[in-house]
């Protein structure tokens, strides 16, 4: 199985925005992994636990950067307002 074919026939088949949304949604995904990995590393005792939230945390972490190269390479960009609406809620 070839993993570059594979990909390139995704990339030809997706349309690209729907793409790039997905790409996005992964990211902001790996973040809060990473996030609540953190939380866990914080909030617990056992050192199993510890071992595990650490684990963890580098997994999403190695995830993160994939994505975000992917992102770069596709020359994927977010403005000022998406970021305002994903992370200011107005009540």
Known sequence: MNKIKILEY???NIDGDDL?????EE??????EMDS???????VN??????VA??????AKKRYEYL??????KGIKVNHNYILQ????VK
């Open 46 to 51: 056992d050192s199993k636990l510890i071992e």
């Open 54 to 59: 650490i684990f963890a945390e580098e997994v």
């Open 68 to 73: 975000l190269r992917l992102a770069k390479a």
């Open 27 to 32: 990211l902001e995904q790996a973040k809060s």
């Open 10 to 12: 995704l990339m030809e």
């Open 20 to 24: 790039n949304d997905q790409l996005i």
């Open 86 to 89: 994903k992370n200011i809620s």
């Open 37 to 43: 990995a953190r939380s866990m590393f914080d909030n």
